[in-house]
């Protein structure tokens, strides 16, 4: 069992934060091509959102699964949810899963995994705007708007097309756009909610409640996927693990770290997304367009500029619902 201030140290210090996110970033940046292989791999008709759910809907009860089986076999009474939890929890999963993936999923189904890995980075300073401006838990400083403008700079950067236009789909970039959108609304709410849940509860029942969700929605309204063969299988369940460590951990983080703080590590994520879907996915040739590698300079420089200001938060108390 570790201790409480080695897991504080663990939890705050530089070096240790700049590992696990460079871990978090590779998983999650692997998920862009994984999951476009997967369309292809189950059959997954890309035009039809029953079909797209039903897929996003198995991969998450499996990681909602995969978290609370272990939990409540080792802490039954931090996983017992009352009336306020059980609120906490559909909030949480509403943002979290159900809202965040539903466009991302669809979005990504039209959106080459090079760019989706690069718009969906603005989750980063979205949350930090958020976090300062409307929960007011940070300040919003003068390098927070610059790096926020170089943000948003990158993004047009990528749309760019000649003829002084801009090549922008509502329903492809657009809904990646989306879906950064709840995500950082997920990522402010999670400190709050989790004080009163815990982290593991939170995170396990809100992935398993999304997933239900989409799983009816995709049976009801016709969806269709072929979940043949031991490839098929092992897709989604990799997938799931990403979902399962990927953002229990980063809601350990967010205990000890301000928003701000987490969100800056993530400057990795658009690198690996972008090299990742351009190895698996076979798009060195949108990676290697000139406003590609300028929108992807820009993203990664305005990350580093929001990491000049590092801020520790003790983690306040969370209660009996926390998972140790």
């Known amino acids: 069992m570790i201790g409480k201030e080695t897991r ?35 059959s997954v008709d890309k035009t039809h959102t029953p079909s797209i759910m039903l897929f996003a809907g198995i991969r998450y009860v499996i990681t909602g699964l995969m978290l609370l089986i272990p939990g409540i076999i080792r802490s039954p009474k931090s996983f017992a949810i009352d009336m306020t939890k059980q609120g906490c929890i559909l909030i949480n999963a509403v943002f979290q899963v159900i809202g965040q993936y539903y466009f991302y999923y669809i979005g990504l189904a039209r959106t080459p995994g090079t760019r989706a890995a690069i718009v969906n980075s603005t989750t980063v300073f979205i949350a930090v705007f958020l976090a300062a401006l409307v929960f007011r838990t940070e300040k919003y400083t003068f390098l927070k708007l610059v790096s926020s403008i170089m943000a948003v700079a990158s993004v047009f950067a990528l749309n760019y097309v000649r003829g002084f236009g801009f090549s922008f789909s509502l329903r492809a970039e657009g809904f ?73 951990v980063q809601a350990l983080l967010l205990e000890y770290n301000d928003v701000s703080i987490v969100s800056v590590y993530r400057m990795m994520l658009p690198l690996f997304g972008v090299v990742l879907s351009a190895v698996f996915l076979d798009e060195f040739g949108v990676l290697l367009r000139w406003n590609t590698l300028v929108s992807l300079a820009l993203m990664v420089s305005a990350m580093l500029l929001l990491g000049t200001e590092r801020r520790v938060r003790k983690p306040e108390s969370i209660g009996a619902g926390q998972a140790q």
């Not at 663990?10 to 590779?26: D, E, H, P």
């Not at 959108?181 to 999304?210: E, I, N």
């Not at 098929?232 to 229990?248: E, M, N």
């Open 176 to 248: 990646i756009l989306a879906s950064s959108f709840l995500s950082a609304m997920a990522t402010c709410l999670q400190r709050p909610l989790a004080k009163k849940t815990g982290v593991m509860p939170l995170c396990s029942y809100s992935f398993l409640l999304g997933g239900l969700f989409f799983t009816a929605y995709g049976f009801f309204f016709g969806g269709k996927i072929e979940m043949e063969g031991l490839g098929a299988w092992a897709l989604v369940i990799c997938l799931s693990l990403i979902s399962a460590v990927g953002f229990s």
């Open 8 to 42: 504080e140290r663990v939890l705050t210090g530089r070096l240790s934060v700049f590992i696990i996110m460079l871990f978090l970033c590779f998983m999650w940046g692997s998920a862009y091509p994984i999951v476009k292989i997967g369309y292809d791999v189950l």
